[in-house]
């Protein structure tokens, strides 16, 4: 059975990572998909340095609320094929890649899949950065499947979704996601709102299907870690409030609760202690920024 048609859609907003942009543009169109749509956020500029590039994609100028949640529902209104694929800027797909990630959709109860993400270090990898938390530069953390199998929610740096599923629930939050060097879980808000609204299917984790994501210098330092850990804790507290009754913190509860112990345990048995602190400073900070998020919520309300 052949795959289903998809359209990839890349969200950018920055000249910086222009050659970066070409680099991901290039490998997503040699995987030959149906439509190629870069999206890009508030900068004219970049528009037309897109549209004059010999690509054959598509370029959408989003003008609405900033940030990617916005523009990634932006590129996708002009999508046309019935699989919508989400790439970050400043991803390289891997060969065989879409073909890896659309093969479960040939399953009619799947209703979306994520492939891993490997860093791409710009520099040495420091020597305490835990596996376990590769999810603060935007990579597939120690702890997931090893083969294909179901999960309750996939990345948006490499996602696969039913454009009718997409749709059903109004794509990504808009206003909730990254914007700057704030961070927000947008990615699990979607999936778990099509798991409420579509009960029965399910997402597929699709280790085969591999992107390198670019880890600059600048990120592989314990400032940024600390700072990441922190928005993600702020970030899964809004979460929570965002779905209410339809929120599902049962993986947020079993890497908690397994994963890390688990890994604190490795790491300090095979002497590299610096590792298990950085898990330890990492959970603080995640603390840290989930306290800080529900006072300002309780400050608000009382306002109100």
Same mark, same amino acid.
């Given at each position: 059975?052949?795959? &289903? ?12 990572? %222009? &050659?970066?942009? +070409?680099? $991901? ?28 590039? &010999? ?11 900033p940030g990617a949640s916005g523009t990634r529902n932006a590129g996708a209104k002009l999508a046309t094929a019935p699989v919508l694929v989400f790439l ?5 797909? =891997? ?5 890896? +990630? ?5 399953? $009619?109860?799947? !209703? ?8 791409? %270090? ?5 020597? %305490? ?7 603060? !530069? ?21 996602m696969a979704v039913r454009r009718g599923e997409f749709e059903m629930v109004g794509g990504f939050r808009t206003g909730f996601g990254k914007l700057g #060097? @704030? #961070?927000?879980?947008?990615? @699990? ?13 399910? %997402?597929?984790? !699709?280790? $085969? *299907? ?8 600048? =990120? ?19 979460? #929570?409030?965002? +779905?209410?009754?339809?929120?599902d913190l049962g993986a947020e509860r079993s890497y908690l609760l397994r994963t890390l112990p688990a890994a604190i345990a490795h790491y300090l048995r095979?002497?590299? !202690? #610096? =590792? ?8 603080? *900070?995640?603390?840290?920024? $989930? ?10 309300? =009382?306002?109100?």
């Amino acid at each position: 059975m052949s795959d &289903p048609a998809a359209s990839v859609v890349i969200a950018c907003h920055t000249d910086e990572r %222009w &050659p970066s942009l +070409l680099h $991901a543009i290039a490998s997503a169109r040699a995987q030959e998909p149906a439509q190629m749509i870069v999206a890009v956020d508030h900068n004219p500029g970049l528009c037309t340095r897109l549209r004059d590039i &010999p690509e054959p994609i598509e370029v959408v100028d989003h003008r609405g609320v900033p940030g990617a949640s916005g523009t990634r529902n932006a590129g996708a209104k002009l999508a046309t094929a019935p699989v919508l694929v989400f790439l970050d800027d400043d991803v390289r797909t =891997r060969a065989g890649w879409l073909h890896e +990630l659309l093969a479960p959709l040939a399953d $009619a109860g799947v !209703v979306g899949s994520g492939g891993l993400t490997e860093p791409a %270090w710009e520099g040495p990898r420091p020597a %305490w950065f835990p596996d376990e938390f590769a999810w603060v !530069v935007g990579g597939s953390y120690a702890g997931l499947p090893t083969t294909a199998g179901p999960v309750r929610n996939v990345w948006s740096e490499n996602m696969a979704v039913r454009r009718g599923e997409f749709e059903m629930v109004g794509g990504f939050r808009t206003g909730f996601g990254k914007l700057g #060097s @704030t #961070s927000r879980p947008e990615d @699990t808000d979607l999936c778990l709102r099509i798991n409420a609204r579509a009960p029965g299917t399910r %997402w597929m984790y !699709v280790p $085969a *299907a591999v992107v390198d994501h670019e880890v600059p210098s600048e =990120r592989a330092t314990l400032a940024f870690f600390l700072r990441r850990c922190y928005s993600e804790g702020a970030g899964k507290v809004e979460l #929570s409030a965002h +779905l209410g009754r339809d929120r599902d913190l049962g993986a947020e509860r079993s890497y908690l609760l397994r994963t890390l112990p688990a890994a604190i345990a490795h790491y300090l048995r095979t002497g590299n !202690v #610096s =590792r298990a602190l950085a898990i330890l400073a990492g959970v603080l *900070a995640a603390a840290a920024g $989930a306290g800080m998020s529900v006072m300002h919520a309780a400050q608000r309300r =009382r306002r109100r």
